[in-house]
């Protein structure tokens, strides 16, 4: 699976399109949905999967070092809510994250999904002005494809940050739901 086949997948998948159009209505600086929202989807199209595996969380993140202010998190996950209340609706502005996990300040929201644990869950979906989703994949789709779960080159880099992406693992236990999931340790 490439880029453009993993584009027409989600253009198909009227949940996610509807995800997308319901972040997008926020207005929300660089803004977009991230993490299990498209590794999910790619890890259950490869397993055959029928039905789409419920998440425990959709990740809406956005860029707004202007107000950092989690209060206005909450209140955009209620607006999401409102729009799409079976949605598990997670809002975080990236802008403040780096000082939750104790790293540098992150740039932009996907200088911050670079930063995430494990490559194949350091992806994201935006639209764009026409409203055709775009992807954002800085440790490319290799590992998500390959339903390898490796550690970004920051987390394999650092031993305390290593130990984290140790107890991702042990904790999400992704290979129960997709058996060809393998870890790179």
Not at 47 to 63: E, H
Not at 67 to 96: F, H
Not at 129 to 153: E, I, Y
């Amino acid at each position: 699976m490439d880029e453009r086949e993993l584009l027409t997948l989600v253009k198909a998948d009227e949940t996610m399109m509807s995800a997308l159009q319901a972040a997008r209505e926020l207005n929300l600086p660089d803004w977009w949905i991230a993490a299990g929202f498209v590794r999910s989807k790619v890890w259950d199209v490869l397993s055959g999967m029928s039905a789409r595996t419920r998440l425990p969380d959709i990740d809406v993140i956005y860029f707004d070092a202007g107000d950092p202010d989690e209060a206005t998190e909450k209140r955009y996950e209620t607006e999401l809510r409102l729009r799409m209340p079976d949605m598990p609706w997670s809002v975080k502005n990236q802008a403040r994250m780096h000082a939750v996990s104790g790293r540098a300040p992150y740039r932009s929201s996907l200088d911050a999904v670079a930063n995430y644990p494990e490559t194949a869950t350091a992806l994201a979906l935006s639209l764009d002005a026409d409203g055709q989703p775009v992807l954002g994949a800085p440790h490319g789709l290799a590992d998500v494809v390959a339903m390898l779960v490796a550690p970004t080159p920051a987390f394999a880099a650092n031993p305390a940050l290593y130990d984290i992406f140790e107890r991702r693992i042990e904790a999400k236990r992704w290979d129960r739901i997709w058996p060809s999931v393998s870890y790179a340790r």
